[in-house]
């Protein structure tokens, strides 16, 4: 038995409980999560744009935790281990794994069901309670796959570190990995939460000379250049659309630009604020609940339309390199923390987010 914040119904407070989590099986393990944060999709479920079938359920994926015991055939992890959990498996042995093309994986939920884990390990007053995206780490203790399970560097402090587990990779990831943002180009990034900030960072690392961060909320300019935003841009401050105020800032469009919002007038606003010819625009902010349009010139003239998972990245080899990077001080991630509170204290979280109060508000679950 252990604590979980639990969803039972969309558009409610989560509720603490008591749950239990069942040991592991063959292949899975068990892990104590440490620490763990509240990220956009998680609230996109919440207000039930997943569907109602989908509760109860414990949500929770950007996280970080410690291996508590493994079950029979686990091979790469024990007890003891400091982990980050996947929301995107990576079993090594089909074809999208084998192929450096793609991080997607035959025995991930992802484009498939963000709840499609067929047996929930975990039950609350006798009733099944779903695990999210395969994770749930809004609990004490979850249980997961080996393959969808990233072991990092001992030395990792994890309450730093669980925002690796989706924002961070995600946003960086689009940029370097999807976008393959060029040295000397010029970028636009539509949103500037914690994934569209990450994907400023990955543009400047990528040797981009110009960078502009578009928000509504200008109160999120000076986060953005800090991570290395050179312009910003506000739509609420012009009467035309954004794509035209782009185009005459770059002589015709950016060579890049990366919707980090998850709203499909965004995603085309993005795309039109490309320049013909070579322009790439790149979705990354999750939605599921419209249908995205343009029209089939800005395709035809050039312009190349691409979307993004957890930034390309194959989770169980790149999140440990992303947790070195992190130990070298070569990416930046304690910036993106603009609160710490308590698994508790879960629903401030999620107000914190609704209000547009906060980056990544990163909740302890249980002692290092």
Not at 325 to 342: G, P, R, S, W
Request: net charge neutral; aromatic share 6%; with cysteine.
């Amino acid at each position: 038995m252990c604590k979980a914040a639990v969803a039972w119904e969309p558009n409610k407070p989560l509720v603490m409980e008591e749950i239990e989590v069942a040991p592991p099986q063959a292949h899975e393990v068990r892990i104590k999560i440490v620490a763990t944060a509240l990220c956009q999709t998680d609230l996109q479920h919440l207000l039930g744009n997943m569907g109602k079938d989908c509760f109860p359920v414990v949500l929770g994926h950007e996280a970080a935790g410690v291996v508590e015991s493994v079950g029979h055939a686990v091979t790469d992890l024990q007890p003891g281990d400091k982990v980050i959990p996947l929301f995107i498996s990576q079993c090594r042995e089909c074809r999208f794994c084998k192929s450096p093309k793609t991080n997607q994986c035959e025995k991930a939920w992802y484009g498939v069901d963000p709840l499609s884990v067929p047996e929930s390990r975990f039950t609350c007053k006798g009733k099944k309670v779903l695990q999210f995206t395969g994770t749930s780490t809004f609990s004490e203790y979850t249980v997961m796959n080996q393959m969808a399970v990233a072991k990092i560097d001992p030395a990792a402090p994890l309450d730093k570190v669980c925002l690796l587990g989706c924002g961070i990779c995600t946003g960086y990831g689009a940029a370097v990995n999807t976008a393959k943002v060029e040295p000397g180009s010029t970028c636009a990034v539509f949103g500037l939460g914690a994934v569209g900030l990450a994907a400023v960072m990955g543009c400047k690392a990528a040797g981009a000379k110009r960078i502009i961060a578009v928000d509504v909320n200008p109160e999120k300019f000076a986060k953005a250049e800090v991570f290395g935003a050179t312009d910003f841009v506000n739509p609420k401050d012009h009467s035309g659309p954004i794509s035209q105020v782009l185009s005459e800032m770059t002589d015709g469009g950016v060579d890049f630009s990366l919707e980090c919002v998850g709203n499909v007038g965004v995603m085309r606003s993005a795309l039109e604020s490309c320049i013909q010819g070579w322009g790439v625009s790149v979705m990354v902010g999750w939605t599921n609940t419209e249908d995205f349009s343009a029209r089939p010139v800005q395709l035809i003239g050039g312009r190349t339309w691409k979307g993004s998972a957890f930034g390309g990245f194959k989770g169980r080899d790149a999140v440990p390199q992303m947790v070195k990077a992190y130990l070298d001080k070569k990416i930046k991630v304690d910036e993106f923390i603009t609160h710490n509170l308590t698994l508790d204290q879960v629903n401030d979280a999620i107000e914190l987010m609704k209000r547009g109060k906060c980056i990544r508000t990163v909740m302890t679950v249980s002692p290092q």
